[in-house]
């Protein structure tokens, strides 16, 4: 009897360690695998974003070439000097004289993420060569939006000689 006893409480004993020592081990070998599991998933997506990103900078790589194009449209500055001496060199290539050029204060206006600077140009010339400006301002590299075009038979001695004025506006990055 004694050896059945001693079987039994040894039996006892051994389910009553498994359950105290070996059960919660195994709970937390459970909540260990959901954990890695989920870091295992947050790698994953972490791995995702960063091929993303080198996925974005290979195509702004390959695209340079066409955002320095739009950068030549529509610069990050206002280059007042360069504008103005573009619209010179345009007046004199059509043949224009060019009475005055003026520009808006600096800041003038604001359109969403451009800056908008106002240009005057006052101008003499036949009408072959006004259509001739308008050319070179279109086929000009920087962008701009004419608003108003007044043309008038100059007040001279000679004829056909016209006085034009332009209002345009001229865009940048702000």
Do not use: C, H
């Amino acid at each position: 009897m004694n050896k059945d006893l001693i079987a039994s409480v040894v039996l006892g004993l051994s389910i009553f360690l498994f359950f105290i020592l070996v059960i919660p081990q195994y709970d937390g070998l459970r909540g260990v695998n959901a954990a890695l599991e989920e870091r295992e998933s947050l790698l994953l997506e972490r791995n995702i974003a960063i091929e993303k990103v080198k996925s974005l900078d290979r195509q702004i790589s390959e695209r340079q070439s066409d955002i320095n194009k739009i950068l030549v449209f529509l610069p990050d500055n206002k280059q007042i000097d360069q504008l103005l001496s573009s619209i010179e060199q345009a007046s004199q290539q059509a043949g224009l004289q060019l009475i005055s050029l003026s520009s808006s204060a600096p800041n003038t206006g604001v359109i969403g993420q451009y800056g908008r600077l106002f240009v005057s140009i006052d101008l003499e010339g036949f009408y072959p060569n006004i259509i001739n400006f308008l050319t070179n301002l279109e086929s000009n590299l920087r962008l701009y939006d004419i608003n108003e075009i007044n043309v008038a038979e100059s007040s001279g001695e000679l004829s056909g000689v016209l006085t034009i004025k332009i209002d345009l506006n001229a865009y940048f990055l702000k």
